[in-house]
């Protein structure tokens, strides 16, 4: 059953985020673990059933009997890579220690900055299998499991972007190869190589070439592959509306949240103020020391 509350997010809780955060770029940086990181966020959020109220972003996959889903298959390795991470910052949950892995992976290889707002709570119930995409099916099937979880075709699309990081391997999809052809740089390519069609070396799955295929996608997709920009925008928005499936931040957690980014703009304002001020004694010691000179 799920815990009786979510976490409380005072500044103290927002404090172990921003540590958590830093421990994370570290993390991802050495190991080289952004693709599955994202994965884990992805498979831990994408199980949520608007219906229900069931599965999403609650920390569930952890757990062995998640873990042991088919479509899981590999993401052990992220967990057990997060775990010291969870005992070193114990007061958050898991919840919002997968999704800010997410976040932060897709940030650390040159994706766009993700909106993240903490106090998901844990689940110790597993969603029943079978909830998450099969790669192997058609656009039915894809619209079948994102209008599940109350998400759009535009969501769809952007999201499907993700797999610009990344590789499938036989061992965990049945799968091989990357689908660009730098699998831990995130950005439109994805996208630019869907449009060339089957390309040497790269992966396209049944849901990959769908997205071409389907005159509702396709728009989207020659969108993404044209403008980067565009693609990132959308890709943050859907990414947020994901990682927060099921999730009503309360209105203290809101309101702590938005103090700590002001606290960040004074600080940024702060700094910027300062730097304009030595900048403007450098330069009257400078033009005093010149006249000094002639």
């Known amino acids: ?32 673990c952004a693709p599955i990181m994202l994965r884990l966020a992805w498979h831990d959020a994408g199980t949520y059933d608007k219906t229900t109220n069931t599965g999403g972003p609650n920390g569930s996959i952890r757990l062995p009997e998640e873990l042991h889903h088919a479509a899981n298959a ?10 010291p991470i969870k005992q070193k910052h114990p ?25 993240f707002i903490p106090g998901r709570k844990d689940s110790s ?20 499991v994102f209008y599940r979880m109350g998400l759009t075709d535009k969501d769809i699309v952007a999201l499907s972007g993700g797999h610009t990081l990344g590789k499938a391997r036989p061992d965990r999809s049945g799968f ?3 689908w660009t052809r730098e699998p831990l740089k995130f950005d439109n390519s994805y996208f ?37 920009e565009a693609f990132f925008r959308d890709y943050a928005e859907s990414h947020k509306k994901l990682s927060e499936l099921g ?3 309360s209105r203290a957690t809101l309101l702590a949240w938005k103090s700590r980014d002001k606290a960040k703009r004074v600080v ?14 450098a330069c009257a010691y400078i033009c005093k020391t010149k006249k000094k000179l002639g």
């Open 247 to 249: 999730f009503t931040p």
């Open 74 to 83: 590999g993401l052990k390795i992220a967990v057990d890579l997060l775990e």
């Open 125 to 144: 119930v597993c969603p029943e299998e079978g909830r998450l995409p099969d790669a192997k099916q058609g656009a039915s099937h894809l619209r079948h």
């Open 192 to 228: 630019v190589e869907l449009l060339k069609g089957d390309s040497d070396g790269l992966l396209k799955l049944p849901t990959d070439k769908v997205l071409v295929d389907h005159p509702a996608f396709r728009p989207y997709v020659e969108k993404y592959a044209k403008d980067e």
């Open 176 to 178: 091989d190869g990357a």
């Open 268 to 281: 940024t304002t702060t700094t910027a103020v300062f730097a304009v001020a030595v900048a403007v004694i």
């Open 1 to 32: 059953m799920s815990s009786a509350a979510g976490p409380v997010v005072v500044a103290e809780y927002i404090a172990e985020i921003e540590k958590a955060r830093r421990d994370l770029r570290a993390l991802i940086a050495s190991k080289s």
């Open 91 to 115: 007061k958050i949950t898991y919840a919002d220690l997968y999704q800010l892995a997410g976040v932060v992976a897709v940030e650390v290889t040159g994706g766009p900055a993700i909106d």
